[in-house]
């Protein structure tokens, strides 16, 4: 693993964002297109708008979600609403988008995803996130399946997640699909998140901190942190 620690948020997004369209540039230049999954909330956001601007080819990317919460793309919390408004913008306007919620009924949307997400793999970058309890795409503590989603040798590519005092049920990433992808970052901020991420280190069992699954099986692992 790699850590690499910013003095603010900007100064991670430009230097994240310039990462990212490097390895993008590469697969496209490699293999004639190239893909991308990134994670949610509020963290990214400037990243978002960085990335939205890098000069390369985004005819030839394909942009999905780490997770996504099962809720309408016009929701307020859906993820895909959040990288519609705040990464497929500008020269990343022109990059194709798979999402994960394509159906009322949840199961559905995992198979026709599924299905979808098998033809981008492995993934070329993926960019994860972290909550303050150790949550990463959405492999919650205290979730049900969490053993099945984060077992390396698992052969599901997407599952359905009902975690602990979340607002509704999520899809997430397997942690195979993670694990697989060719460039992996974890993006984090904030002294909270920092101590979270260092006692996961030191967990003795991952799933008490599930970014510990990723730790463990990610050694190419770049973690990038802000103040």
């Known amino acids: 693993m790699q850590f690499t620690a910013f003095d603010d948020g900007t100064e991670l997004a430009r230097w994240l964002a310039k990462e990212v369209a490097g390895n993008l540039a590469t697969a496209i230049g490699e293999k004639g297109s190239a893909s991308l999954a990134v994670s949610g909330g ?3 956001v400037q ?4 990335l939205s601007a890098a000069d390369i080819d985004w005819a030839k990317v ?12 016009d929701s307020a919390r859906s993820n895909q609403r959040l990288v519609t408004l705040e990464l497929l913008q500008n020269k990343a306007a022109r990059a194709r988008f798979l999402p994960l919620y394509n159906d009322e009924d949840i199961g559905a949307s995992v198979a026709q995803s599924a299905g979808l997400l098998a033809g981008h793999l492995p993934l070329d970058v993926i960019v994860l996130g972290m909550g303050a309890d150790g949550h990463t795409a959405s492999l919650f503590p205290g979730s049900e399946g969490l053993r099945e989603a984060a077992d390396p ?8 997640v009902d975690a602990p005092g979340a607002a509704e049920p999520r899809i997430t990433m397997t942690l195979p699909v993670i694990a697989g992808a060719k460039a992996q970052y974890l993006h984090i901020e904030g002294t909270e998140k920092r101590a979270v ?9 991952p799933a008490q901190t599930p970014i ?16």
């Open 153 to 160: 040798e698992g052969k599901r590519l997407l599952m359905a």
């Open 47 to 50: 990243f978002f708008r960085e």
């Open 62 to 73: 394909c942009v999905t979600l780490a997770d996504e919460r099962f809720v309408p793309p």
């Open 212 to 227: 510990g699954f990723v730790l463990e099986h990610c050694p190419e692992l770049k973690i990038v942190w802000a103040k």
């Open 197 to 205: 991420f260092e006692a996961a280190q030191e967990a003795a069992d």
């Open 42 to 44: 509020t963290t990214p």
